[in-house]
């Protein structure tokens, strides 16, 4: 089992869109459309954000949306603003395992 | 609303076992509908999965984790447990449970717990 592959940072102004990448296997991210994403805010427990690649838990802003190709899920947000500094975790299903990416570090200019 | 809260020692010594409790308010621990699981993250690192259980008493590991991981439930309680043998300097990081949907629903992690520190140091 390895980690998820992230990108370490990404940045972008507000109201720009970025997008964060997750790469994975066709052991995880590959079979299984069962990846979320979580937001982390320093010192707080991570929150859901999007599960099964690319719906919303309710609360959670419409600017944030997934989508998955292949190996590879992808986060986007768009209209970024300074609330949305965080890292971003993805996490995929692996059959009897779970895996979470390495987190990347989003943040607003 | 459901809530999950941490409990254990904070500080550990080396060699020794690390215990910790998620106590789960608001709802019951015996659904047929969610797994409960442990997730740790290193100071300044990210996060990794130790592991997930069932009402049942089914339980998954990490594999890099499995020779010194033991998680069980007492659902008379609605608590699940944690327990890391032959802790090194390594096994250093806030610990966190969290509920985790069956792979049919999702397989999804919410909510979770706020965490707790556990430092390994003699």
């Known amino acids: 089992q390895s980690a998820l592959t992230q990108p370490a940072s990404v940045s972008g102004s507000p109201g720009q869109s970025i997008t964060i990448s997750c790469t994975g296997t066709s052991s995880d991210v590959g079979s299984y459309n069962l990846v979320s994403w979580y937001q982390q805010h320093p010192g707080k427990a991570p929150k859901l954000m999007i599960y099964?690649?690319?719906k919303r838990p309710s609360g959670v802003s419409n600017r944030f949306s997934g989508s998955k190709s292949g190996n590879t899920a992808s986060l986007t947000i768009s209209g970024l603003q300074a609330e949305d500094e965080a890292d971003y975790y993805c996490c995929s299903y692996a059959g009897s395992s779970t895996s979470f990416g390495g987190g990347t570090k989003l943040t607003v200019l | 609303q459901l809530q999950l809260q941490e409990s254990g020692p904070g500080l550990v010594k080396p060699s020794e076992t690390l215990s910790l409790t998620c106590t789960v308010s608001g709802g019951s621990i015996s659904s047929s509908s969610y797994y409960w699981g442990w997730i740790r993250q290193p100071p300044g690192k990210g996060l990794e999965w130790i592991g997930s259980i069932y009402y049942s008493g089914s339980t998954y590991y990490n594999p890099s984790l499995k020779s010194r991981v033991t998680i069980s439930v007492d659902t008379s309680k609605n608590q699940f447990s944690l327990k890391l043998s032959s802790v090194t300097a390594a096994d250093t990081a806030v610990y966190y449970c969290?509920?985790?949907?069956?792979?049919?629903?999702?397989?999804?992690?919410?909510?979770w717990g706020q965490g707790t520190l556990v430092t390994v140091s003699s």
């Open positions: 969290a509920r985790r949907a069956v792979a049919g629903l999702g397989h999804w992690f919410d909510p």
């Open positions: 099964e690649g690319s």
